[in-house]
């Protein structure tokens, strides 16, 4: 089967380091992809990996270990406007390269 | 203003009343998709398009119709809406290719009574 796996929620204080985990079994692999999603409101992306390693974004960071079926994101120095929820989507290439996958998304919240 | 649209907003209908959310995009985009998004469940694609006249089922298409005559046109067809498709549905469209980030929608809350 295909799943992805992210945590539900966090909570981190402003001003701090938060990592938000996902790892995904699908049938194939052709990238993966983080998006922010504000309450209410479109997902936006944030940042794509489709080799094994880090990609640094200003204040964001994505990791890939395709090996291991994992990937992570990393915020830095949070900030309140950082409250949304997270998520993580592999494009599957075994069904189509049209084909994402999106995870449940992990809801961070930053508290003072 | 690069963007993509989504019309109606907000709809509330009632079970078996044929309906359409249209889609557009102004970005001469290759790629476009649409979602459904539930409390517990996250995104999950309905239908995509990798070109005009090329169409593919997602993973939950049961009781969704596309069409794509249009490169800047994605319409969703819901033929006899039922409860179970009440929802919030975004549209989105990409360059295609590999690594090309998704433009989404503002979303379409449907409520089917």
């Known amino acids: 089967g295909q799943n992805i796996d992210q945590p539900t929620e966090m909570t981190a204080t402003e001003g701090a380091i938060v990592q938000i985990n996902c790892t995904y079994q699908?049938?194939?692999?052709?990238?993966l992809f983080w998006y922010q999603q504000h309450a209410g409101e479109a997902p936006t992306f944030l940042s794509y990996?489709?080799?094994?390693g880090l990609e640094e974004k200003g204040r964001f960071s994505s990791f890939l270990s395709r090996s291991k079926g994992y990937s992570y994101l990393l915020l830095k120095e949070l900030q309140m406007k950082d409250s949304a929820s997270y998520l993580c989507a592999v494009r599957n290439y075994g069904g189509s390269q049209g084909n994402l996958i999106f995870g449940k998304g992990t809801k961070l919240s930053v508290k003072p | 203003e690069a963007q993509v649209t989504q019309n109606p907003r907000y709809l509330i209908t009632v079970t078996g009343k044929k309906l359409t959310v249209t889609c557009s995009q102004n970005m001469n985009h290759e790629y476009m998709s649409w979602y459904r998004q539930d409390p517990g469940l996250g995104l999950r694609q309905i239908y995509y398009?990798?070109?005009?006249?090329?169409?593919d089922k997602g993973d939950v298409p049961e009781g969704y119709k596309v069409s794509r005559k249009e490169k800047r046109n994605f319409p969703l067809i819901l033929e006899s809406p039922s409860p179970n498709q009440t929802s919030l549905y975004f549209c989105a469209s990409s360059r295609s290719g590999q690594g090309y980030e998704q433009y989404f929608g503002p979303g379409t809350r449907l409520t089917v009574t």
């Open positions: 699908t049938s194939g692999f052709n990238g």
């Open positions: 398009s990798m070109n005009v006249e090329v169409t």
């Open positions: 990996n489709v080799l094994d």
